[in-house]
C-alpha cells in the first residue's frame, strides 16, 4: 500500500488555504461593494445653495452700575506684550459705558469688568467666553469653556512699573 508522501499533504493544505484566502477576500470585495451602494442611496439629493441671512442684532448690555463703573477706570487700557511676542489690546467700549474691548489676533471679546475681594480686576466676556484676569505684576487671558489660557505672561506698562517698584522695596 502506497501512502501519499508529506510533500502531497503540505501541496493539498495550501491548495486548501489558498481557496479559503480567496473566498474570504471574495466576500469582502463583495461587501464593501454593498456598503458603497447603501451609502451612495443614504446620502440626500444636492440641495439648493442657501442665501445667506443677516447676523441677528447683538441684544444691547445692561447699563453699567457704580461698581462696574469703578472697576473699568482701574483696569488697564492700551496694549500688553505678552509671552511668544503676541500682544492684546484692552479699550474702553465705545457703544456701552463700563464695558471694555479685549482684542487678540482678529477676535474681539466685549468683557464687564470686576473687581475681586483679592484687588484683583476680572474682565469677564458678556457671553461667557472668556477672562482677562490683571493682577498686580501680569495679565492673563483664558478660554473659560476649554479651561486653557489662550495667551500668558501679558504686561501693561503700569504693570511694569508696579513690578519694578516691588524690586526696588525689596532690593533695599
Known amino acids: 500500500m502506497l501512502r501519499p508522501s ?7 493544505d495550501t491548495a486548501m488555504n489558498l481557496k479559503s484566502t480567496l473566498a474570504i477576500a471574495a466576500a469582502l470585495c463583495l461587501g464593501a461593494t454593498v456598503a458603497a451602494a447603501q451609502t451612495a442611496a ?16 447683538a441684544a444691547p448690555l445692561p447699563a453699567a452700575d457704580a461698581e462696574q463703573l469703578a472697576a473699568a477706570e ?5 496694549e500688553y506684550q505678552c509671552e511668544f511676542s503676541q500682544s492684546i489690546d484692552v479699550s474702553m467700549n465705545p457703544k456701552a459705558n463700563g ?5 487678540h489676533n482678529k477676535q474681539v471679546w466685549t468683557m464687564k469688568p470686576v473687581v475681586s475681594s483679592t484687588g484683583a480686576v476680572r474682565l469677564e466676556d458678556v457671553k461667557g467666553q472668556t ?3 490683571q493682577i498686580a505684576n501680569k495679565s492673563m487671558l483664558m478660554d473659560t469653556k476649554a479651561g ?3 495667551v500668558d505672561g501679558c504686561i501693561h506698562e503700569k504693570q511694569k512699573e508696579s513690578a519694578a517698584a516691588v524690586a526696588a522695596a525689596a532690593a533695599k
Do not use: F, I, Q
Request: proline share 8%; aromatic share 2%.
Open 42 to 57: 443614504a446620502k440626500p439629493a444636492a440641495k439648493p445653495a442657501a442665501t445667506k441671512k443677516a447676523a441677528p442684532a
Open 148 to 150: 486653557r489660557r489662550v
Open 99 to 103: 464695558y471694555l474691548d479685549v482684542k
Open 74 to 78: 482701574r483696569a488697564h487700557t492700551g
Open 131 to 133: 477672562l482677562l484676569l
Open 6 to 12: 508529506s510533500t502531497d499533504a503540505r501541496l493539498r
